[in-house]
């Protein structure tokens, strides 16, 4: 069987032997951009590169780039744990072009990796277009001898790729894999018609041609440009003939060890149990990845969604059986599991064990009353006749014991329950107003909290590591 790590290292060295440049991942903070709060995709460290406005000493660059995919454009949060193929954090293997080769090249090299160095069966892959783009349809046929019936036409939503609401972005060809018909969603199933993973989507080709202003409009690039993303967890899974990426063998030691830290089996207890497993492996690969690039707790921004992370894979440990403080050993097994591709995660695994510990105490002081104040309200509204958690509600249970909205959805989710998100915000926003007219300057930053806006402003980009400030590097 062929590993994740063989296949990142298979695929750099097949783009390096095309005269690519090898490029380390950039980190997930991205660096000097405030349109973004995640790394995304493998083409924001080029996005200056491709707009013209930074030359590099090279044309063609490969990657194998960390994405975290928890807000703004791109958001997976919700399907973690619900489908086969979305994490959280994942990573990105990519080739690009800036201003050499376009079209043609890209799709020869893409289709001359997976079926010659991976030995993809080419009788499962199938192929999108963008709906106009006549010239990607032709050069399938060309140069994969990929037959038309299999080539489909689809519009902005799959085939027209842009990195945020601005920047790079143009039409795209996407490559899927037809995992059976044991996958079926139903009468419906098929490429551009249902969103399962019957056809999985593994690697999307951008041809980078324009840039895209607030206001929508699309001006061309200086040079076409190649920009592609393939998953190496979903590419991983396909090559090892499993179905989910949480088969793959990056994601079944994590599970394994999750599995019997809590004394409970993968795949032969129900859904619940393995929906607490997958969400458990998903967010401890994010958290000790964001940790690592230099992002703590807090109740904002970048620090707000590790929280979120934190605490919502917190309580699925409890949902199975787990007690105590256990997320921190999660993570740190995600340290064995990739800290040889990826350094900066055993150059800070000390100070990440300890920054996850102390979000999970403090968690643990006020989820129980929070949960039980939860069930209560419930208890009631199903007395009641309602299915709507209140605004209020959430808000209460945000502010007193520290749940992210995710948990409140979760829980009441699955009793069948809506939450009244806008209640909520409505509420979240009245609380800031009250504070800002309380405010009246002075008080103390923490350390964190500064070092936090420091990164924001990508002052501290060059962050290598913690352990220096050992001891002053508690969160607040
Ligand atoms: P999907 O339609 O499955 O949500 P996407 O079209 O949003 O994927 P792209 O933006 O085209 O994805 O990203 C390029 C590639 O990155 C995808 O083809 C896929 O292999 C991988 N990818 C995208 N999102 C995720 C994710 N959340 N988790 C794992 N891999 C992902
Ligand atoms: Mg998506
Ligand atoms: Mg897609
Ligand atoms: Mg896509």
Redesign the pocket.
């Known amino acids: 069987m062929i590993t994740a790590n063989e296949i990142r290292t298979r695929f750099l060295n097949y783009f390096k032997s095309k005269g690519h440049e090898v490029v380390s991942s950039s980190a997930l903070i991205p660096n000097d951009d405030p349109t973004l709060l995640f790394t995304n ?1 493998g083409m924001v460290q080029f996005k200056k590169t491709f707009l013209g406005q930074e030359k590099r000493g090279y044309v063609r660059a490969t990657t194998s780039q960390k994405c975290l ?1 928890v807000g703004g454009k ?1 958001n ?1 949060l919700e ?1 973690v744990g619900r489908t086969a ?3 959280t954090f ?1 990573e ?1 293997l990519g080739n690009f072009s800036f201003g050499d080769y376009f079209k043609k090249d890209a799709i020869r090299f893409a289709w001359e990796f997976i079926t010659e160095d991976l030995k993809l069966p080419k009788d499962n892959l199938y192929i999108t277009v963008y709906k106009d783009d006549d010239e990607a349809h032709a050069l399938w046929q060309s140069e994969a001898g990929v037959p038309a019936e299999r080539i489909f036409r689809l519009g902005e939503k ?1 085939n027209f ?1 842009s990195m945020g609401d601005t920047g790079p972005c143009g039409p795209c060809t ?1 490559i899927h894999v037809d995992q059976g018909e044991h996958m079926t969603c139903g009468p419906d199933c098929g490429i551009g018609t249902c969103d399962c993973d019957r056809f999985l ?4 080709l951008v041809f980078m041609q324009f840039e895209q202003a607030a206001d929508g409009t699309r001006t061309p690039l200086p040079n076409p440009s190649i920009d592609t ?3 190496l ?2 590419i991983a899974a396909v090559c090892q003939g499993v179905n989910s ?1 949480y088969d793959s063998d990056l994601f079944q030691a994590i599970i394994g060890f999750t599995a019997d830290m809590a004394g409970v089996r993968y795949r032969q207890q129900g859904d619940e149990v393995d929906t607490a497993l997958r969400v458990i492996a998903d967010h401890s690969r994010a958290i000790a990845f964001m940790i690592a690039d230099g992002i703590l707790p807090s109740n904002e921004g970048r620090g707000y969604v590790l929280r979120r992370l934190i605490r919502r894979a917190y309580r699925f440990g409890r949902l199975i059986g787990l007690t105590g403080t256990y997320l921190h050993k999660t993570a740190l097994k995600i340290v064995d599991i990739m800290g040889d591709h990826y350094p900066e995660l055993r150059d800070n695994a000390g100070f990440m064990a300890r920054v996850v510990t102390e979000e999970e105490e403090r968690f643990n002081k006020t989820l129980d009353k929070g949960l039980t104040l939860l069930e209560d309200e419930l208890t009631a509204l199903t007395a009641a006749g309602s299915t709507q958690v209140s605004g209020e509600t959430a808000f209460r249970l945000y502010d007193t014991y520290g749940f992210p909205l995710d948990i409140v959805n979760d829980v009441a989710e699955k009793r069948g329950f809506v939450v009244d998100e806008a209640g909520f915000k409505a509420h979240m926003q009245e609380q800031k107003q009250r504070a800002k007219a309380a405010w009246k300057g002075g008080g103390k930053e923490t350390l964190a909290a500064r070092f936090q806006s420091l990164l924001e402003e990508g002052l501290c980009s060059e962050f290598t590591g913690y352990e220096h400030m050992q001891g002053e590097g508690r969160i607040a």
Do not use: L, Q
């Not at 989507?201 to 999307?204: A, G, M």
């Open positions: 995709a995919r791109h997976d399907n193929r979305h994490h994942f990105m799959d790729w996407e989507e593994i690697w999307n993303g393939m998953g967890e979903r990426n």
